[in-house]
């Protein structure tokens, strides 16, 4: 059964940082291109970032370049993504999913875990 659990989420200020882990199970993480894709209250879910299978290109939204970076580990089934230099603005559900390669077209991705909390407040 393919299954992404997401971890690593909670509370902290402006300009803190958190480091989010998306386990893998049921498949091969290295076969697929991950999505981290996130859901703010009352917007809609945007992408903000991908690391594809092949040659491990990752991608950025715009609002995080700079501030967020992403990594996988396939020995350990796991993709992180670091997050630095927190605003509220990035206070979401967090989530990954896999995706076909990588896009910022969240109805690409399918299998999404069951999210992590993230909320950036002082």
């Known amino acids: 059964q393919v299954q992404l659990v997401e971890s690593g989420g909670g509370l902290v200020q402006p300009g803190g940082s958190l480091n989010l882990s998306c386990a893998a199970s049921?498949?091969?993480?290295?076969?697929?291109?991950i999505g981290w894709l996130r859901q703010a209250p009352g917007k809609k879910r945007e992408a903000v970032s991908c690391?594809?299978?092949?040659?491990?290109?990752?991608d950025f939204v715009d609002s995080v370049k700079g501030r967020f970076t992403v990594s996988r580990d396939n020995a350990k089934g796991t993709v992180y993504l670091q997050m630095n230099s927190l605003k509220p603005d990035d206070t979401a559900v967090y989530y990954c999913?896999?995706?076909?390669?990588?896009?910022?077209?969240?109805?690409?991705?399918?299998?999404w875990g069951p999210g992590t909390q993230v909320i950036v407040s002082s």
């Open positions: 999913a896999i995706g076909p390669f990588c896009t910022f077209r969240t109805r690409s991705y399918g299998s």
């Open positions: 049921g498949f091969s993480l290295n076969d697929y291109t």
């Open positions: 690391i594809s299978k092949s040659d491990e290109s990752e």
